[in-house]
């Protein structure tokens, strides 16, 4: 491929680089787990606030060049390709551990959420919503149903920073049995990726159900979920994201 030819005899302008994709894990990252299995009754909200930190700026940066290869895509359009995106995802999620019973079943929630709080925060940047805001994750826990209102959702996210804080000055408080430890655990973001998970989680240790429950549980609760998320979006209106915050 060659160069094109300068203009009007100027000479050809030096090609900028292009931006790096922001690079966002695929799965919870080893930090966050760590961070759940010491704190299991706030995992929903530690999962959420490390969403919108490391897959908040992924989703602005996705809808911005969206925008300036398609400027006249309507915002039904960008959404309708994040969902497309992330049911699929969600659908392939299950089974991700390769590990059985119980440790397995943790696991394969817990990238359920990530991917599920993924969808949310591209669905709200197709809509000109902020999705590295920090009221993204107060919308991530109503959306998944893990609190009913934005008030409640927006004290246990007090909660989970403090003791997030107080875990990385302090430390953990000590080992705890781990079988009760990961069934909490599950339980907790089971609920968080939706009722039909919670089956698909248990479900896991009967051989071979785990495998068909998975695919159909995944991408149903998961679609779910979209359809909440669009109409919370749709419902404020087209907006601009915002530039970078001042320091």
């Known amino acids: 491929m060659t160069d094109p030819a300068p203009v009007d005899g100027e000479p050809n302008a030096v090609p900028t680089a ?27 909200e530690h999962l959420a606030l490390e969403a919108v930190r490391r897959l908040g700026p992924e989703a ?15 915002p039904e359009h960008l959404a309708d390709q994040a969902v497309r995106k992330f049911v699929n995802h969600a659908r392939l999620s299950g089974a991700v ?39 993204r994750a107060t919308d991530l826990l109503v959306l998944q149903r893990v609190h009913k209102v934005a008030e409640t959702a927006r004290l246990a996210l007090g909660v989970a920073a403090g003791r997030e804080r107080a875990g990385a000055l302090f430390g953990s408080a000590g080992d705890r049995a781990l079988g009760r430890v990961m069934l909490q655990l599950g339980v ?11 089956k698909r989680m248990f479900a896991k240790v009967v051989p071979g159900a785990a495998i068909v429950l998975g695919t159909w549980a995944n991408s149903a609760a998961t679609k779910e ?3 909440r998320t669009r109409a919370l979006y749709r419902a404020a ?6 530039g970078p915050r001042q320091p």
Not at 99 to 107: E, F, K, N, S
């Open 188 to 198: 907790r973001l089971a609920r968080m990726a939706g009722v039909r998970a919670a």
């Open 60 to 74: 602005a940066q996705w809808a911005a060049r969206e925008r300036a290869l398609r400027p006249d895509a309507p």
């Open 18 to 44: 292009p931006v790096s994709p922001v690079e966002a894990p695929e799965a919870p990252p080893a930090k966050l787990w760590d961070r759940m299995r010491e704190d299991p009754q706030y995992a929903p």
């Open 97 to 135: 551990s390769g590990a059985a019973g119980l440790p397995g079943a943790v696991i394969d929630v817990g990238v359920l959420a990530w991917t599920q709080a993924r969808l949310v925060l591209h669905v709200a940047a197709a809509y000109g919503v902020d999705p590295a805001h920090p009221d």
């Open 237 to 242: 209106g087209p907006r601009q994201l915002p």
């Open 225 to 227: 979920l979209a359809d």
